[in-house]
């Protein structure tokens, strides 16, 4: 299937998001999908670090959806 994977900037304030990354890729499965958003978030070399990143669908429909410090709980972050 094909995924867009978005890496976005949260302002905490009013929780606008700003888009610093996006990629179009191909995926066998939704898990699949996640492992690659991950290897990216890695791998990428984006203007600022991200905060979250969200993957969707062609049509749009939103697969995963996370804040890297949510899920990192504190770890530091090795990417970006």
Do not use: N
Not at 25 to 35: H, L, S, T
């Amino acid at each position: 299937m094909r995924i867009v994977i978005e890496f976005f900037r949260v302002r905490q304030e009013d929780g606008a998001h700003a888009v610093v990354g996006r990629e179009t890729e191909d995926a066998f499965d939704r898990d699949a999908a996640i492992g690659r958003a991950w290897a990216l978030a890695q791998a990428l070399d984006m203007p600022q670090r991200p905060d979250a990143l969200t993957v969707t669908d062609a049509e749009g429909r939103i697969l995963y959806s996370c804040s890297f410090d949510a899920v990192l709980k504190g770890e530091e972050r090795s990417f970006v």
